[in-house]
């Protein structure tokens, strides 16, 4: 079933630039600060492309995740778990509601981010390219950059 | 990795090793340009409510327990990073590592976590366990990715959850929120409500542990004193160290308020596993600029990644 888990819990008009939402988006700003050592789940030295539809959308902590549905290459249909960046690092990348620029399923994007250590259909995004052209970067690449 | 934690005579080994990275981490934790960290410095008026104490109510950007948590980024063992290229114990003074800014050898990500763990081991104001739960601590700590019992959306529990984001005051109870966070640990939001009513604890014993236990406040003055026992054994509480506790844990608080400044220690007694108790170095929390500020709420905490990992490698 396709569904969006809420993106919607930022409002207009909220006070959100608060400094304590401030602190957080910078605290949690890099691949250094999850929870859990980045290395210890993906592969800092080994990055790779896949192209695929939004599954789903789950904004959550420690952190948020982008389903997306992916053909193989026998045309079946495969779930691919991305770990995302923290909140506040997905607003001031551009990801928030839809209408400012979120996803939504059904679209068609194409990621780039952090192999798995242990061969399951995840990663960690470092980059999201929308149908419309638009490139979100939400994370430092293996140098830092 | 973890075999700095006991032997204190290799810190100058580790600070060694730590020459380079030290602040690629205060580099990737923070996006902020902070050329000094010292203590910011208290300014306005420090508020009082109608029967005379200091009044603590307001947001916190006392937000987790990272390094650059509070505006100091000093940790409870008394690591500061001071600088983007200076970590320095701030007992000794010693600086334990630096960071040439402009070397023309770039760090990746590998180094920055592999740098950030050791530090974070390195400040010089830690507990001091009974020499038979030595080992004890450093295998919890080199297996944190399965012992860490607050790593998988349980609660931070006390004192490691640090200072409160919210604090609201009334002249019977004060109550403390602590959002949910993903930073170094993935914890769910918890909260306090804490008598100032002049009552007394509950005797231990009839007390089931809990992961916050029974708080009672009290003043010293200008200084709130939270007093807490009846906890659970299933929390930590230092945000890194694998530093567990008994049952027979008891908490002591102090919350200072000057202008827009709140300093807060906690103090750990434990008889049954530690030499002596254990006061956290100073931190020191900033209210939030903005008086409209209120508390998002926190996202759910839904933990996902543990059982994919592939290492023992941890913060």
Redesign the interface.
């Known amino acids: 079933m396709v569904e969006v888990t809420t993106m919607k819990?930022i409002k207009k008009g909220?006070?959100?630039v608060?400094?304590?939402?401030l602190?957080?988006g910078?605290?949690?700003?890099?691949?250094?600060?999850?929870?859990?050592?980045?290395?210890?789940?993906f592969d800092?030295?080994k990055t790779f492309t896949i192209s695929g539809t939004v599954s789903k959308v789950?904004?959550?902590?420690?952190?948020?995740?982008l389903t997306l549905n992916v053909k193989d290459t026998e045309g079946k249909v495969q779930k691919w778990?991305f770990?995302l960046a923290?909140?506040g690092v997905l607003r001031r990348a551009g990801m928030s509601r839809e209408d400012r620029g979120g996803l939504k399923p059904g679209d068609e994007v194409t990621v780039s981010g952090l192999a798995?250590?242990?061969g399951?259909n995840?990663g960690w995004l470092q980059e999201l390219k929308l149908s419309d052209g638009r490139v979100i970067k939400l994370a430092?690449g293996?140098?830092?950059? | 990795m973890m075999r700095f934690f006991r032997y204190r005579s290799m810190i100058a080994v580790a600070a060694a090793l730590c020459l380079l990275p030290a602040a690629v981490i205060a580099q990737q934790l923070s996006q902020v340009s902070r050329t000094t960290n010292t203590p910011p410095a208290p300014s306005g008026p420090t508020p009082r409510t109608p029967d005379g104490h200091p009044d603590l109510s307001g947001v916190w950007n006392g937000l987790g327990d990272n390094l650059i948590g509070v505006p100091n980024q000093m940790a409870n063992a008394g690591i500061a990073v001071e600088t983007e290229t200076s970590t320095r114990d701030v007992f000794s003074g010693a600086r334990i590592a630096t960071f040439p800014r402009n070397s023309t050898s770039p760090l990746n990500d590998e180094q920055a976590e592999r740098a950030s763990t050791l530090v974070r081991r390195m400040g010089s104001n830690r507990p001091i366990y009974k020499p038979q739960y030595w080992e004890t601590v450093r295998n919890l700590d080199q297996n944190a990715n399965e012992e860490d019992p607050s790593n998988n959306c349980m609660p931070a529990g006390v004192p490691r959850a640090g200072i409160p984001s919210f604090i609201g005051q009334t002249p019977k109870y004060l109550i403390f929120i602590y959002p949910g966070q993903g930073g170094l640990i993935a914890t769910q939001t918890s909260y306090r409500m804490i008598p100032l009513d002049g009552r007394q604890h509950t005797p231990l014993q009839e007390l089931d542990g809990t992961y916050t236990g029974e708080a009672i406040g009290h003043w010293e003055g200008d200084t709130l004193v939270v007093d807490t026992y009846g906890f659970n054994s299933s929390t930590w509480f230092d945000q890194v160290g694998g530093y567990f506790h008994s049952e027979n844990m008891h908490v002591i608080e102090r919350f200072h308020r000057n202008g827009n400044t709140l300093t807060w220690t906690a103090t750990v007694n434990d008889p049954d596993v530690l030499l002596e108790p254990w006061t956290t170095t100073p931190r020191v929390a900033l209210l939030n600029p903005n008086p409209k500020a209120v508390l998002p709420e926190s996202l759910p905490c839904s933990e996902r990644d543990l059982a994919h990992l592939a290492t023992k490698e941890h913060h």
Do not use: C, F, M
């Open positions: 819990y909220d006070i959100l608060s400094g304590v939402v602190t957080l910078l605290v949690l700003a890099g691949p250094s600060s999850a929870h859990h050592s980045v290395q210890a789940q800092v030295r789950e904004w959550i902590n420690p952190h948020s995740y778990a770990e923290a909140p798995s250590k242990d399951s995840s430092t293996p140098n830092g950059n």
